[in-house]
């Protein structure tokens, strides 16, 4: 079955370090890939997608590109600040049936020190 | 813009009551919508979809049904609620067709207790 693997499960910096989350997946066919941020008590926020090779979602500072040789879709941030403090889920979409159905990673929390 | 709402924020709930829980879309004509389930500090699962009113699928068997009674409108629910049940549940849309993006609500936070 599909699969996502998130390797760090956490992750602690200070401001204005750069940040990377590791995320490989597995599935068959070609799936879209997503990056979601979870706050406290929160609902996860989408981030952006990716659906094809060596495109590149971004948003708020964060980046990632889907690399279909290495079946993977890291997360990077060149300067992190402590309001992004936060979980971070890494998600793939393979079922193209209507169905909605995501496979999240594991998550990785991230803590930013002032 | 859509909006999504959750209802309610959090509930305390005894082992063995009922439970009813909402979602209601503004915005968006005749989306997807889905219920997801995230344990305490865990990642998140499917547990229905619906891509038209009345219609609702079962992702995974956990003594938990699920209705969509109008176009904007989520519910899920039990007669009997057990300790496993605790968690978060979340709402989600998306435009109908494959692979697109969900979009969450703030979510209910269960104690069952």
């Known amino acids: 079955g599909d699969s996502v693997t998130q390797t760090e499960g956490q992750v602690a910096l200070s401001e204005e370090d750069f940040l990377t989350i590791h995320c490989n997946y597995s599935?068959?066919?070609?799936?879209?890939l997503f990056w979601y941020v979870q706050y406290p008590g929160e609902g996860p926020q989408f981030l952006f997608r990716?659906?094809?090779?060596?495109e590149k979602g971004s948003s708020r500072g964060f980046e990632a590109t889907y690399d279909k040789g290495t079946t993977s879709f890291h997360l990077r941030k060149a300067s992190v600040q402590e309001s992004d403090s936060a979980v971070y889920y890494c998600?793939?979409?393979?079922?193209?049936?209507?169905?909605?159905?995501?496979?999240f990673g594991d998550g990785t929390v991230l803590t930013v020190k002032p | 813009a859509q909006t999504i709402h959750q209802w309610p924020v959090a509930e305390i709930k005894a082992v063995g009551s009922p439970l009813s829980l909402g979602c209601t879309i503004k915005?968006?004509?005749?989306?997807?919508l889905y219920w997801y389930w995230q344990a305490t500090g865990g990642t998140l699962q499917q547990l229905f979809y619906?891509?038209?009113?009345?219609?609702v699928e079962s992702v995974v068997q956990l003594n938990l049904s699920a209705s969509r009674p109008k176009d904007d409108q989520f519910i899920l629910s039990t007669e009997k609620l057990l300790l496993s049940h605790s968690g978060f549940y979340l709402c989600?849309?998306?435009?109908?067709?494959?692979?697109?993006?969900?979009?969450f609500g703030a979510g209910t936070r269960l104690s069952v207790l």
């Open positions: 989600a849309w998306s435009l109908v067709g494959g692979l697109n993006t969900l979009y």
């Open positions: 915005g968006k004509s005749s989306p997807n």
């Open positions: 998600a793939l979409g393979a079922d193209n049936t209507n169905t909605g159905k995501l496979t």
């Open positions: 599935a068959s066919g070609y799936p879209a």
């Open positions: 619906s891509i038209t009113v009345g219609q």
């Open positions: 990716a659906s094809r090779d060596k």
